[in-house]
């Protein structure tokens, strides 16, 4: 069992930064891939990016490449995803996530945290 709970979210001009932290509780934490996606309103909910146990191998959308960065720190059962360069289509609800398996299908996610606002003005 893994509980997740998002923050970091707020309202920021494009070209900004923001970094958001998933906090985890659970035993198996520290052994199960995380993941982010978001959501808009209206769409479907789309994969950011992956990180294995050790982090030591991420996987990002093409569409965050290179301007965010997922990372995570075991000792404090946390994930985070450093957001650079934001522009108005990064605007969404942003989740962090639990799986066993890489995959970037949502349905591969047993865990998910209840969301943080991202919003970027243009």
């Known amino acids: 069992q893994v509980q997740l709970v998002e923050s970091g979210g707020g309202l920021v001009q494009a070209g900004g930064s923001l970094r958001l932290s998933c906090a985890a509780s659970g035993r198996t934490f520290s052994s199960s891939r995380m993941g982010w996606f978001r959501q808009a309103p209206g769409t479907e909910r789309e994969f950011v990016a992956i990180?294995?146990?050790?982090?030591?191998?991420?996987y990002y959308a093409d569409s965050v490449k290179g301007r965010f960065t997922i990372s995570r720190d075991n000792a404090k059962s946390t994930v985070y995803l450093q957001m650079n360069s934001l522009k108005p289509e990064d605007t969404a609800v942003y989740y962090c996530a639990a799986s066993w398996v890489h995959t970037t299908s949502p349905g591969g996610y047993g865990y998910w945290g209840q969301g943080t606002q991202v919003t970027v003005s243009s």
């Open positions: 990180i294995n146990w050790s982090g030591g191998s991420t």
